[in-house]
C-alpha cells in the first residue's frame, strides 16, 4: 500500500501524532532522549516505548497493542529489556512511557527467548488450520511466529475445541478456538464505540470471547472487530472463505456511503469487489468504519445491474446504443425548452456523483440546457447558501473544540464515524458537548446540557441558549438551558447543523444555526449533511441559486457566463419545488410547468419526504430521464435510461462535510455498458448542440480548479502529492502553503490494521506526485497567482455568511393534535441497503415513539398498536413509550417499514410541520 503517516497533529490517540518535536500546529512539545540498542533516540514526552521506538524505525512485535486504543499489556508479547537501578528486566513496551536515560534492548537473547515463550504459549491450543483459516496470508500471528517464534512445537496434547463458527451477529462469526486472547474486540467495543457488547466470559483454560445472552452484538461498528483481529478467530460474513490475499489487489480510495468521506482500501478479484478496509486517515476516520459503509460495496457486484442504455418504446424499455438514448433524450429535453423554456427542465439527484460528474452535469443544466431548477438535496438537507455559507470546521478542529453544539439529528444513524469522534473527544478529552434536539439521540448520555424542542421550536431554542433574556420554549430544561448558556459563551465552539426531522421544514433549522452563527461570530460550523457527496455536488453549483466553487448565481454571473457562454437569468427550484411543478395540472404560480425531469442517481420515490408528491411527479412529467446504475422505481417510469458506472468503477473526487477532496481510486471495470456521470453528461450536451469541452476526468478537474472559486489552487498535481494523501480541504489560501505539517510519511502499521498492507497495490491514485511537484511530503498550492488576462471578469468571491431566510411561521398547536417527528435510521430501504444482502436484513420495523403521558392520555399500552394519521393518510405502527420526547409529539425512522403503510405519506411538503392525530387503530 502508499506510504502513510498513521496520525498527525491533533490526533487523538497518545501514542502516535507529529514528530517529537513538534505538535498541534508545529508547536514546540516536551521531549525526552534515551538509548534504544545502542543508539540515543528522542521521544515525546509521555509516549509509550513501543511507538517511539516504531517512529525510530525499530519494529516491536505485538498483538494487543493497537495505536488508536490504550494499552493494556495483556499480550506480552512486546517485552524489552529496560535498565533499572537495580538492573536490566523485561518489561512490555506498549505499557511503559521513554525514560529519559533509559536504555532499551530490543534485541538480546533474553527478549528474544521471551518473545519465542509467548508464542509458543498461544500456539498450545491455536488450530493449525492457516490453509483454510481467512486471515491466512495476512496473519500477524502466521508472521510473527515465522519471525520470532520456535521453529518447532513440543506441545503433543490435544487443543481446545468449540463449536465453530458461531454466529455473534448477523455481520460477523467467532471461531473460538483461534482466539488469542488479545482484548482488541472486546476494547474496541468499549473504548470506540461505547457498546460493550462483547466481552470475556469464563477463567483460565475456559476463558473465551463471546456476547451476552440477552444483549447481541449489535453494535453498527462491528466490521472494526473483525479487521483488527490479529488471528482468524473474528470473520465478516461477506468475506468468509470468498478469497485469499494472494489473490487480490486493491486501491486506496473513499467510501462514500455517507458524507464522513472515511478513507478505505478497495478489494477485488476477477472484477468483483470482495470488501473493503479501514485506512487510518488521521484527520477523519482514524481507521475506522460503519458497517454499512463496510459492507454496502456488494450492492456493486448486484447481478440486475443495468448495463445498456434503454428507450421506452410502444410502452416498454427496449436496449438501444448510446447514440440512440441520448439522441431520444435530448429530443425529449428540447422539447420541453421549446414549449415553457429552460425552467420546463428540472434535474433532481447528484449526491452519489463524483466531484467531476457533478461539475459536469450542472455546467449541462445551467450552462446548455439553461435551467437553474438543480438540486442534489432530495428535500432532507438544508438550504444550500446556509451549508456553505457558515465558516466551516473540520473534524479535528471540531473534536479539539472547548464545546460542540449538535443541532442535527442522531449522528450515530446518519453520520456514524463523526459519531465515533465526539465520542472519543467527550470521553478521552473532556470536550462539552451542548445537544438541541427533539427526541434523545446516542449523543445524549455524553452531553452535558441535552435541551428538547418541540417540532417547530428549533430558532426559538437557539436565541433562549445565546440569549438570556430570550424564553426557551416547552420543554427545555432550565437547569440545562444554564449550563448551554454558560458552554456556548465561552472558549472555542463549533456548531454541528444537520437535518433532525424530515417532517418540518429545514428552513426552520437552518434559521436556529444562522441565529446561533449571528450571536457567536467566533464559532465555526460542521454541515451534518448525511448524503455521500452532496457536499462536493453544492460546491459544484447542484443547487438552485448557485454556481461551481460555493458562489451565487448573482455574484458569479458574469464570470460563468464568460466561462461558460450563459448562465440561467434567474435563480431555479429546488427538489419539492420541481416535484410540485412537475405534479401540477395547472401553470404553477413559481413558473412554467415542469415538463422533462433528469434524475441523477436518485431515487425520490422511496427518499423524497412526501412519496405521494413524488408519484404525482413522475406521473405528471411528460419525459422522464433516469441516469442509475441499478434498476428501481423511477428506472421502471423513465423514458430513457442511462446506465451509469458506480462506486469503485470510476476514478474522480469526492468532498465530506468538512470541505475535504479526496481521491477515488478506480478498481472495477463496470459491466456492459455503462459510462461515468461526467461523460455521460459530455455527450449529451453534443446532442443538445453543445459542447462542454471534457474529454477526460482530468480535464474536468483542472477546469474545476481554473473556474471554482473555493477549489481555487487545489490543481491534480497537489492532490497527487504525498502531503495530500488524506485529502485537502478547501477553499484553501491562493498565495502558496504546504498541504501538511505532518512528519514524513510511514507505513501504515499492518498489526494494527491486519490485511491491507498483505495486498499488491494496483491502479491507485499516484503518490510520488506529477513530474516537477513537490514530493517531499509537502505540496506548494499552485495558481499563486491569477490566470485573467486584461478584459476578463473579476473571481466572484465565495459564499460566506448567514443569509436571508424566508422563515416559515409555525401554527400554534391544539390539544387534540401530535407532531411529528421523522427521523433517518442507519439501516433503511435506499439501495445502500436494499440492494446488499449482508445488511437488507438488519432493516426492522419502525415503532412510534410516543411521550408515556401521551400514551396514557389516550390508553393505548406501550407495545400495542396505533394509528397515526393526517386528513389524507394515515399508518398503523406499535408504539414505545419514550419519555425523552417532548408532550404532543411523536417520533419514527423514515424509510422504514412500518405496521401499515409509510411515513413518507403522511409528510406533506410545504407546511412547516406536519400535524397528525393519534389513535387507536
Known amino acids: 500500500m502508499s506510504e502513510r503517516t498513521t496520525a498527525s497533529p491533533g490526533s487523538s490517540s497518545p501514542d502516535t501524532g507529529p514528530s517529537a518535536a513538534t505538535g498541534v500546529e508545529g508547536a514546540p512539545v516536551e521531549t525526552v532522549t534515551f538509548t534504544l540498542d545502542g543508539r540515543e533516540v528522542t521521544a515525546r514526552k509521555g509516549e509509550m516505548l513501543i511507538a517511539a521506538a516504531e517512529r525510530a524505525g525499530t519494529f516491536i512485535p505485538r498483538f494487543c497493542y493497537h495505536p488508536r486504543m490504550k494499552s493494556v499489556g495483556v499480550c506480552r508479547m512486546c517485552l524489552v529489556e529496560v535498565s533499572s537501578p537495580r538492573g536490566a528486566s523485561l518489561q512490555p513496551s506498549c505499557f511503559i512511557e521513554a525514560q529519559a536515560g533509559a536504555s532499551v534492548v530490543t534485541d538480546s537473547d533474553k527478549v528474544k527467548k521471551a518473545q519465542d515463550g509467548v508464542l509458543e504459549f498461544l500456539l498450545i491450543n491455536h488450530p493449525l488450520d492457516c490453509p483454510v483459516c481467512d486471515k491466512g496470508g495476512e496473519c500477524p500471528l502466521q508472521d510473527q511466529t515465522l519471525a520470532y517464534g520456535p521453529g518447532e512445537s513440543r506441545f503433543v496434547e490435544e487443543k481446545r475445541h468449540f463449536e465453530k463458527p458461531i454466529a455473534i451477529s448477523e455481520l460477523v462469526l467467532l471461531d473460538r478456538e483461534r482466539c488469542i486472547q488479545c482484548s482488541r474486540c472486546t476494547r474496541f467495543a468499549d473504548e470506540v464505540a461505547g457498546e460493550a457488547q462483547i466481552d470475556f466470559i469464563g477463567r483460565a483454560e475456559a476463558l473465551e470471547v463471546n456476547t451476552f445472552p440477552e444483549l447481541p452484538f449489535t453494535s453498527y461498528f462491528s466490521g472494526n472487530t473483525v479487521q483488527i483481529c490479529p488471528v482468524g478467530a473474528l470473520t465478516a460474513v461477506p468475506y468468509r472463505f470468498a478469497a485469499r490475499p494472494w489473490d487480490l489487489d486493491q486501491v486506496e480510495s473513499t ?7 472515511c478513507r478505505v482500501a478497495v478489494q477485488s478479484s476477477s472484477n468483483r469487489a470482495t470488501r473493503l478496509l479501514g485506512i487510518d486517515a488521521d484527520p477523519v476516520n482514524h481507521g475506522w468504519l460503519c458497517d454499512k459503509g463496510r459492507f454496502a460495496f456488494e450492492a456493486v457486484n448486484a447481478e440486475d445491474r443495468l448495463t445498456e442504455p434503454l428507450v421506452r418504446k410502444d410502452g416498454a424499455l427496449v436496449p438501444v446504443s448510446w447514440y440512440e438514448a441520448l439522441r431520444a433524450a435530448a429530443s425529449g429535453l428540447k422539447a420541453a425548452t421549446s414549449k415553457d423554456g429552460a425552467e420546463a427542465v428540472g434535474v433532481i439527484g447528484g449526491a452519489r456523483l463524483t466531484n467531476e460528474g457533478a461539475y459536469a452535469w450542472a455546467k449541462l443544466a445551467k450552462g446548455v440546457l439553461g435551467t437553474d431548477s438543480v438540486d442534489a438535496q432530495m428535500g432532507d438537507g438544508l438550504p444550500a447558501e446556509v451549508a456553505l455559507g457558515l465558516p466551516r470546521a473540520t473534524i479535528d478542529q471540531t473534536a479539539a473544540a472547548d464545546t460542540v453544539i449538535v443541532l442535527a439529528g442522531d449522528l450515530r444513524e446518519e453520520l456514524p464515524i463523526l459519531f465515533l469522534r465526539l465520542r472519543s473527544a467527550i470521553v478521552d478529552r473532556g470536550l462539552s458537548l451542548v445537544e ?15 435541551l428538547r424542542y418541540g417540532p417547530g421550536g428549533a430558532v426559538d431554542l437557539a436565541r433562549a441558549v445565546v440569549d438570556d433574556a430570550a424564553v426557551a420554549p416547552a420543554p427545555a430544561d432550565p437547569d440545562a438551558l444554564v449550563t448551554a448558556r454558560r458552554l456556548a459563551g465561552a472558549g472555542d465552539v463549533v456548531v454541528i447543523v444537520g437535518r433532525p426531522s424530515l417532517a418540518e421544514d429545514g428552513v426552520l433549522v437552518a434559521e436556529a444555526a444562522q441565529v446561533l452563527a449571528r450571536a457567536l461570530p467566533a464559532a465555526r460550523f460542521l454541515p451534518a449533511l448525511r448524503r455521500g457527496n452532496v457536499h462536493g455536488a453544492l460546491d459544484m453549483g447542484m443547487a438552485p441559486g448557485l454556481l461551481p466553487g460555493r458562489v451565487t448565481l448573482d455574484a458569479g454571473r458574469e464570470w460563468f457566463a464568460h466561462a461558460w457562454g450563459s448562465v440561467p437569468a434567474e435563480r431555479g427550484r429546488d427538489t419539492a419545488a420541481m416535484l410540485a411543478a412537475a405534479a401540477a395540472a395547472d401553470e404553477p404560480a413559481d413558473g412554467p410547468r415542469l415538463r422533462a425531469l433528469v434524475v441523477l442517481g436518485a431515487d425520490p420515490l422511496t427518499d423524497f419526504p412526501d412519496r405521494r408528491l413524488a408519484e404525482r411527479a413522475l406521473e405528471g412529467a411528460d419525459f422522464v430521464v433516469s441516469v442509475a446504475s441499478s434498476p428501481g422505481p423511477v428506472t421502471e417510469r423513465a423514458d430513457v435510461v442511462l446506465p451509469a458506472a458506480e462506486a469503485h468503477e470510476r476514478p474522480g473526487t469526492t468532498t465530506n462535510i468538512e470541505g475535504r477532496i479526496s481521491r477515488l481510486g478506480q478498481k472495477l ?8 456521470d461526467w461523460m455521460i453528461a459530455s455527450e449529451l450536451a453534443m446532442h443538445l448542440d453543445g459542447d462542454l469541452g471534457l474529454e477526460s476526468v482530468a480535464a474536468v478537474w483542472d477546469e474545476v480548479e481554473r473556474l471554482a472559486p473555493a477549489y481555487r489552487g487545489i490543481s491534480r498535481a497537489v492532490l497527487d502529492s504525498p502531503g495530500a494523501a488524506d485529502g485537502v480541504v478547501a477553499p484553501v489560501p491562493t ?27 494496483q491502479g491507485a491514485p499516484p503518490r510520488a506526485g506529477l513530474a516537477g511537484t513537490p514530493t517531499a511530503g509537502h505540496a506548494a498550492l499552485s495558481g ?18 448567514p443569509v436571508d431566510l424566508a422563515v416559515p411561521s409555525v401554527p400554534p398547536s391544539d390539544r387534540y393534535s401530535m407532531r411529528l417527528v421523522a427521523a433517518r435510521s442507519l439501516y433503511d430501504l435506499g439501495e445502500a441497503v436494499s440492494a446488499v444482502p449482508a445488511l437488507a436484513g438488519l432493516v426492522g420495523t419502525a415503532p412510534l415513539r410516543v411521550h408515556p403521558l401521551d400514551l396514557d392520555e389516550l390508553g393505548i399500552p406501550a407495545g400495542g398498536s396505533v394509528r397515526i394519521r393526517t386528513a389524507s393518510a394515515s399508518a398503523v405502527l406499535t408504539a414505545v413509550a419514550d419519555a425523552s420526547l417532548p408532550r404532543r409529539a411523536v417520533a419514527a425512522d423514515f424509510n422504514v417499514p412500518l405496521d401499515q403503510g409509510t411515513i413518507a405519506d403522511l409528510i406533506e411538503v410545504g407546511a412547516p410541520v406536519v400535524e397528525l392525530r393519534m389513535e387507536s387503530p
Open 255 to 261: 467510501c462514500t456511503t455517507c458524507a464522513v468521506g
Open 436 to 450: 438541541l434536539s427533539p427526541r434523545a439521540t446516542a449523543l445524549t448520555p455524553y452531553a452535558e446540557a441535552s
Open 669 to 676: 471495470v463496470s459491466p456492459g455498458q455503462s459510462w461515468p
Open 735 to 761: 498565495s502558496g502553503v504546504s498541504i501538511s505539517r505532518r512528519a514524513p510519511a510511514a507505513p501504515l502499521d499492518p498489526i494494527a490494521f491486519p490485511g491491507v498492507e498483505s495486498v499488491e497495490r
Open 784 to 801: 499563486a497567482g491569477s490566470n485573467a488576462h486584461d478584459g476578463d471578469p473579476v473571481r466572484p468571491a465565495v459564499l460566506a455568511g
